[in-house]
């Protein structure tokens, strides 16, 4: 078990020293830091259920947490393009009336 837990410190270290190295980029190296951060959430989610202690009260909680944030990050991935999709559609409206009004 403890050889487990000092795999997934290992994991989760060299996750966060990527990520760290990943965050002097620009947009299309943020898009890498956001699969990594991803990626090194799915891994801990896995080794703890891996370890079988999901059925614990604490670990359980830190599954809950995880599962959330994942959820987050897929949202603030998300949302912004949706908002901008959104943005783009009223303006080409907005412009078409403008058009149909100067004729």
């Given at each position: 078990m403890l050889g487990a837990l000092a795999?997934?410190?290992?994991?989760?270290s060299g996750a966060l020293l990527l990520t760290l190295l990943l965050?002097?980029?620009a947009l299309l190296r943020s898009l890498l830091l956001l699969t990594t951060s991803i990626s090194a959430l799915l891994?801990?989610?896995i080794a703890l259920l891996a370890l079988r202690v999901a059925a614990s009260?604490?670990?359980?909680t830190a599954l809950v947490l995880i599962l959330i944030i994942l959820l987050l990050i897929f949202?603030?991935?998300l949302l912004p393009a949706t908002?901008?999709?959104?943005l783009r559609v009223a303006?080409?409206?907005s412009a078409d009336?403008?058009?149909e009004g100067e004729r």
């Amino acid at each position: 078990m403890l050889g487990a837990l000092a795999l997934l410190r290992l994991l989760l270290s060299g996750a966060l020293l990527l990520t760290l190295l990943l965050l002097g980029g620009a947009l299309l190296r943020s898009l890498l830091l956001l699969t990594t951060s991803i990626s090194a959430l799915l891994l801990l989610l896995i080794a703890l259920l891996a370890l079988r202690v999901a059925a614990s009260f604490l670990l359980g909680t830190a599954l809950v947490l995880i599962l959330i944030i994942l959820l987050l990050i897929f949202l603030a991935a998300l949302l912004p393009a949706t908002a901008a999709a959104t943005l783009r559609v009223a303006d080409a409206v907005s412009a078409d009336k403008h058009r149909e009004g100067e004729r």
